[in-house]
């Protein structure tokens, strides 16, 4: 239904009434969507580069919310999906919660309730999809540092000050200046906190960050 990345909420209910109040409700608040009448349909048309969130009944004929929700995240996506529940589901949402669900909400629902928790997973997909490139871009950048230099990136980002890794790598301040110069300049950062932050937002580090500059 969509051949490029702008982030949609994907309705995927089986009742043609929910459909309709669901995207006339967040075409209102200015949330693009796209409606899908079944799970099945849904899955024959997903594509792995779409963007923004999924919003599923969690019980319709044929393939149920849940079935398709484990579909999905077979192929590698990451979309946080939304359960619409009826009361007696409430338990089977809260068991979809902790296997990796965004939410779930309870019919009859609140329309602000709902469009709260859907604008929600949308910032959530966009912190994702950041995180993501930004890990991309980290490893290209991290690609071209030479043994030696990522030997002193470890020391740097243990907190370490230019002395110290000089004496544990026995070599001399200069060439551990050089290094670091190095380091931070194929990176594209300008200090040792910038360094954390940078792998950090990749997902590639996740210590305290260090003190030394």
Not at 18 to 47: G, H, K
Not at 66 to 85: K, Y
Not at 123 to 129: I, L, S, T, V
């Amino acid at each position: 239904m969509t051949t490029d990345t702008t982030p949609l909420t994907h309705i995927v209910d089986d009742d043609e009434a929910i459909r309709d109040a669901l995207s006339w409700l967040f075409r209102t608040r200015n949330v693009p969507c796209a409606t899908w009448a079944s799970a099945e349909d849904f899955l024959a048309a997903y594509q792995e580069d779409w963007r923004g969130c999924i919003v599923m009944d969690i019980r319709m004929q044929g393939m149920s919310g849940l079935d398709c929700s484990t579909a999905v995240r077979q192929r590698g996506s990451t979309l946080p999906i939304i359960f619409i529940t009826g009361h007696g589901d409430v338990p089977m949402a809260v068991g979809a919660l902790k296997r990796g669900a965004f939410d779930f909400i309870e019919k009859p629902f609140d329309d602000n309730a709902l469009v709260d928790i859907v604008q929600s997973a949308l910032d959530e997909d966009a912190r994702n999809q950041a995180r993501r490139s930004a890990r991309v871009d980290v490893a290209a950048r991290l690609e071209q540092l030479t043994g030696r230099e990522r030997e002193v990136m470890g020391l740097i980002l243990a907190g370490k000050f230019n002395k110290v890794i000089a004496d544990e790598l026995n070599i001399s301040m200069r060439t551990v200046e050089v290094h670091r110069a190095r380091v931070f300049e194929k990176m594209g950062v300008r200090s040792a906190v910038e360094l954390a932050q940078q792998l950090t937002l990749a997902g590639l580090y996740n210590s305290a960050t260090p003190s030394a500059e």
